[in-house]
């Protein structure tokens, strides 16, 4: 097979704040190319790198606000995060967990710091990623997917270190996750020295955003904490070595070729579409949330 080589690697943008819960570096739609269509199915990432809050009684985060049309997943590296959506969806994302929530036809949810995490406050470390639906789903029903890291399939790499699944498949072992379309995602936790062999079609999107430590990918691109690797579409295989311990996200997916159509926190496929999602939710439509 081919070797899939790096097309670049992306510094992250300057922080901002999304409500006072989350302090991101947006990487998609973004800095040098990785718009939407670029990087389809994957139409957001927000990286909440390593950051210290603050003890408080009152928990930080982002309050009711309305989502269609995609997929919410979120990623907890240090610090914990607590969910309710109106759909019924909802519960504690702990460190090394995920939230895989999908908005479809529409739903209202908050997120915010853990009650009791807020309380003593630490470093905090996430990633949201926005996963778009095939239009065939985006008028599904909503669906809600809390996935521990118990849940996770682990392959053992030996002194390399291993492999945590959260969707597709690494060497014949499958994630936990449903996806609606071919979607990989996965931490590849490397000791020194440690290499691990990824394997995936020439013509999915896929990326790799370094959550600790640094790495060469196949033997000569070097990328460091907090930056983004973007793949080439051709060739299938790549290498990832840590040059110390290092945490490494890798997600990779199947364009769904479909027209985007973006506005807020709606993704259709078209401004007709989205209008009709503003009516629906202005009527209420998405159901009830209190603040």
């Not at 999304?18 to 670029?38: A, E, T």
């Not at 640094?214 to 295989?237: M, P, Q, R, W, Y």
Request: hydrophobic share 35%; charged share 20%.
């Amino acid at each position: 097979m081919a070797t899939k080589k790096v097309e670049i690697v992306v510094s992250p943008k300057p922080a901002h704040f999304v409500g006072d819960g989350f302090r991101v570096h947006n990487f998609i739609p973004g800095v040098q190319g990785l718009d939407m269509k670029r990087m389809d199915p994957f139409i957001m990432l927000d990286y909440n790198s390593k950051f210290h809050f603050n003890g408080t009684d009152n928990p930080r985060g982002v309050g009711v606000h309305p989502h269609r049309g995609f997929e919410t997943v979120t990623i907890a590296y240090h610090g914990k995060v607590q969910h309710h959506d109106s759909a019924g969806g909802g519960g504690i994302i702990g460190e090394g967990d995920v939230q895989w929530m999908t908005a479809a036809k529409g739903v209202l949810h908050k997120e915010y710091h853990e009650t009791e995490w807020a309380k003593e406050g630490g470093i905090f470390q996430m990633v949201q990623l926005w996963v778009n639906l095939p239009s065939v789903y985006k008028m599904s029903c909503p669906k809600y997917q809390s996935i521990k890291n118990s849940d996770m399939e682990k392959v053992d790499l030996g002194e390399n270190g291993y492999i945590e699944l959260i969707a597709g498949t690494y060497k014949d072992q499958k994630g936990p996750a449903f996806t609606f379309s071919p979607v990989n995602m996965m931490n590849a936790k490397l000791k020194k020295g440690g290499k691990a062999e990824f394997d995936f079609p020439a013509n999915f999107n896929t990326a790799a955003l370094i959550i600790e430590g640094n790495i060469i990918i196949n033997g000569e691109e070097k990328a460091s904490t907090d930056h983004l690797v973007l793949f080439k579409n051709e060739g299938e295989t790549f290498t990832v070595e840590a040059t110390e311990d290092s945490v490494v996200l890798l997600i990779s997916g199947m364009p769904l070729d479909e027209p985007i159509y973006p506005h807020g926190p709606f993704v259709m496929n078209s401004k007709e579409e989205i209008m009709q999602a503003f009516e629906d939710y202005n009527l209420g439509r998405f159901g009830y949330l209190a603040d």
